[in-house]
C-alpha cells in the first residue's frame, strides 16, 4: 500500500446550493463563487429577490423578498439542498426555512443576521450605523438606503484595493429600505430541527465586532448546535476576489 494512500482525500460529495444575497447587491453577487462550485460539480442556483436586480419596484417587504425565493425553490422543485444566506439574506433563509423544512438539507449563514423572534436586521446594529442609515432612508425620495462609498469602502470591502473597492462600488444600487426595520416573527424557526451552519470571516467589518453586536459569537450562538466554519477575508471583495476560497468554505459548511 502506498504510504500517501491513507491520506488521500476522499472524494468530494455532490452537493445542491441555493445562495441567497444579502443588501446592495443581486443575484450576480455569486457569480464567481457559482462558476467555482459548478466546476467542482455542485449545482448551483441563485435566486433574485423582490426589490433587487432588474425589479425597479424598490417598495417591498421582507415578506415578498421571502416569497421571491420561495417561489423559486418551489417552481424549480429544488429539495435536499443546502441554503446559503449572506449577511441580510441570513435573515431571508430563516424565514423561507420555516416555509420550506422538508427540502433543505442544512442551513449555511456566512457573515449574516441570525435574528430573534420579534427583532428587525436594524435592531441589531450599532447605534451609530442605525442613525447613519435611518439619515440616508430619510433622504431619499423612494424610501431606500444608498451607501456612501467611504462607508462601502471601510465596512464593505476593507482588504480590497482602492480600484477593486470602487468597480465594486459601481455594482452598488439603493437599498429599500422597509425590509432592513420590520420585526420578525421568528417563532417557527426556532422550532426547526434543520442542521445548521456559520461561516465567519475575520476580518469582516460590516458589524463591529465590539461586544453585543458583530457575527460570531454574536449571531452564530443563536443557531443551537452549529458547525462553525472561519476564514479569512472581509464582507464583499472575496467573492470577487477569491471566489475558490469562498467556495471551499461553503462546501466544508455544508457537507455531511
Not at 108 to 127: H, Q, R, T
Not at 170 to 197: C, N
Not at 217 to 226: A, D, K, N
Request: aromatic share 12%; no cysteine; net charge negative.
Amino acid at each position: 500500500m502506498d504510504s500517501d494512500e491513507r491520506y488521500r482525500l476522499p472524494a468530494p460529495q455532490r452537493l445542491t446550493f441555493v445562495l441567497v444575497h444579502g443588501s446592495w447587491a443581486d443575484a450576480h453577487f455569486w457569480d464567481g463563487v457559482a462558476a467555482v462550485l459548478r466546476s467542482q460539480g455542485h449545482a448551483v442556483y441563485t435566486p433574485e429577490y423582490a426589490g433587487h436586480g432588474k425589479d425597479p419596484n424598490k417598495d417591498v417587504t421582507h415578506a415578498m423578498i421571502t416569497k421571491s425565493v420561495v417561489d423559486f425553490i418551489t417552481k424549480l422543485n429544488l429539495r435536499n439542498f443546502v441554503l446559503v444566506g449572506h449577511s441580510f439574506g441570513g435573515t431571508v433563509i430563516q424565514k423561507v426555512a420555516e416555509q420550506v423544512p422538508d427540502r433543505i438539507n442544512r442551513l449555511v449563514f456566512w457573515d449574516a443576521f441570525v435574528l430573534k423572534d420579534g427583532e428587525s436586521l436594524a435592531d441589531e446594529l450599532p447605534p451609530q450605523t442605525r442613525q447613519g442609515f435611518e439619515q440616508l432612508r430619510a433622504g431619499s425620495n423612494d424610501d431606500t438606503i444608498m451607501l456612501p462609498f467611504p462607508l462601502f469602502r471601510d465596512l464593505f470591502v476593507n482588504t480590497a484595493t482602492l480600484e477593486e473597492a470602487r468597480r465594486m462600488y459601481a455594482g452598488v444600487t439603493p437599498e429599500p429600505a422597509r425590509p432592513l426595520f420590520e420585526k420578525l416573527d421568528l417563532k417557527k424557526f426556532y422550532e426547526l430541527p434543520t442542521p445548521k451552519s456559520y461561516v465567519y470571516f475575520f476580518q469582516d467589518n460590516a458589524l463591529p465586532q465590539g461586544e453585543g453586536f458583530g457575527w460570531n459569537p454574536h449571531m452564530s450562538t443563536r443557531l443551537g448546535q452549529f458547525r462553525l466554519i472561519v476564514g479569512d477575508g472581509d464582507h464583499f471583495t472575496d467573492t470577487r476576489t477569491r471566489p475558490d476560497m469562498v467556495a471551499q468554505k461553503f462546501y466544508e459548511a455544508g457537507r455531511d
